[in-house]
């Protein structure tokens, strides 16, 4: 584990050029102990009716005290404060799941956005390369805007998974990748279960125009719900919305999805 959570001037210079950094041994042996088995657990209790077998990917949010491990590390300062340096001091934390990833993903950003100021960490818990699944970005394609971005999503689509042009991330357990959301990502020749796991903030919208990207994220969020038809048909359980533990950043951010209705719509929060 690094001495400090925050990022040094190279590291966010880095980030803000080609659009990722990697953090190297931020996670302990015991963390990837811990995280393994509860992986292992929360995937398995999503998805009781069709157990994994490799041919097709498992995915669930994992923020509730049944996994208390994944569900406290968004309010680790080891993740939120490089992204409070990145997207603001009021940053939101918006979720973290657990995958087992399966094939081939192909070239895309997570937002459609260009002004969409957001951070996303993966970590992996087996080591990957760029034969055995890594990811795959194309650094500074973050900057790209209006115009550029529709040409450049075109050419993507007119070009191979392999062709095009990009930087493998090789890690072994303990890494996390950092990347910008608008960086083009991808994955391709890695085995039927690759265990990894996602954290995404996102900049405190404060427009009408960046609320509303917000209230669409969530809006997308609940519908992956659906899509990979896990047992909870929810994003963020009451469990998590009680704040056991009494966390003020939590707290911050659920009187903050509160106040612009992020979780009155349909699929977001437990009834």
Request: net charge negative; glycine share 8%; aromatic share 10%.
């Amino acid at each position: 584990m690094v001495n400090s959570s925050e990022l040094c001037t190279d590291q966010l210079q880095h980030f803000a050029t080609f659009g990722y950094i990697i953090l190297r041994q931020l996670l302990t042996p015991e963390d990837l102990k811990i995280l393994a088995v509860e992986l292992d657990q929360g995937l398995d209790a999503q998805f009781p009716h069709n157990p994994f077998d490799g041919s097709q990917r498992h995915w669930s949010r994992m923020t509730d005290e049944t996994t208390p491990f994944f569900a406290s590390l968004m309010e680790d300062v080891r993740f939120l404060t490089p992204a409070q340096q990145i997207c603001g001091e009021d940053v939101l934390g918006i979720g973290i799941d657990a995958n087992r990833y399966i094939g081939d993903t192909g070239w895309h950003p997570d937002t459609g956005n260009a002004q969409q100021i957001a951070v996303k960490y993966i970590f992996y818990l087996d080591p990957v390369t760029a034969k055995t699944g890594a990811l795959r970005v194309i650094p500074g394609s973050h900057l790209l805007q209006e115009t550029e971005r529709q040409i450049f999503s075109k050419g993507i689509q007119n070009t191979s998974l392999q062709e095009v042009p990009c930087q493998a991330i090789n890690t072994v357990p303990g890494d996390v990748i950092a990347f910008d959301i608008r960086t083009w990502h991808a994955s391709y020749g890695g085995g039927r279960n690759r265990r990894a796991c996602n954290l995404d903030y996102f900049q405190n919208p404060k427009a009408s125009d960046e609320i509303e990207l917000l209230l669409q994220l969530g809006r997308s969020h609940a519908s992956s719900v659906n899509h990979f038809d896990t047992k909870r048909k929810f994003n963020y359980s009451k469990n998590w919305l009680e704040n056991p533990h009494q966390s003020q950043i939590r707290q911050c951010w659920i009187d903050r999805f509160n106040e612009i209705g992020y979780f009155d719509q349909l699929g977001v929060a437990e009834l």
